[in-house]
């Protein structure tokens, strides 16, 4: 992964994590998508990790400051990570 990819707006759609996580469990296969979302978000690792769908597809959550290790618009946050050739969503959450 490349932070100058991150860097490019059209790589990256800003996400609710209320409508996301929904959906996009549901297109993925990938049950209680919200859960671990949350679970990571708690809990973030520096290398991000890797969860596996149902229906053939993984996605990579990660927080882009622990990451590249320095700061980027909105890195403090969890964003899903699916490959250079999806875009990538960055999370957030209404408080």
């Not at 990451?67 to 490959?83: H, I, Q, R």
């Amino acid at each position: 992964m490349r932070k100058v990819w991150f860097q490019n707006p059209d790589n990256v759609v800003y996400a609710d994590i209320d409508e996301f996580a929904e959906n996009f469990g549901k297109e993925t296969g990938i049950s209680d998508l919200r859960q671990k979302i949350e679970d990571f978000k708690a809990n973030p690792t520096k290398e991000g990790v890797n969860l596996k769908g149902v229906k053939r597809t993984s996605l990579k959550l990660f927080i882009p400051n622990m990451y590249f290790e320095d700061e980027m618009d909105m890195g403090d946050t969890v964003w899903a990570y699916l490959g250079e050739n999806y875009e990538c969503y960055c999370l957030y959450w209404k408080e």
